[in-house]
């Protein structure tokens, strides 16, 4: 796993973004939530951390779009193959890709200029 250079603004970025993905086809799935909170802490340990992981998923509920999608356009190649990998993940995360996820999804890689996430079912 690449070692990410995320300051605190950039990850809560991330996890804006996949908080909207995870809403995107209508409702929010707890296994879509448990795979962002998982890829989250799978990269960052936030063991004895639990009031920092609800800073960051607080803030992400009150980020703007505009603000998060300016600030991933910033990141470098390892943290977008990151966000990318990890939007992806929470939007199959329930076992199905509802047209409007892939949708979304592909417009969040197009306007974040991120690398597609090659081993998901969002590829054709």
Known sequence: MAH???NYDELTAIISI???LMGIDGYRDKREAMDLIKSVTDQYNFEDKVDLLESYLDDAEKMDSAV???LLKKVGIAEKQFASNLFANVIIADGELDPSEKE????VVEVCELPMYQQSAIHD
């Not at 979304?104 to 417009?107: K, N, S």
């Open 104 to 107: 979304a999804y592909l417009q």
């Open 68 to 70: 998060a999608i300016y």
């Open 4 to 6: 990410l250079n995320l």
């Open 18 to 20: 996949g908080i909207s």
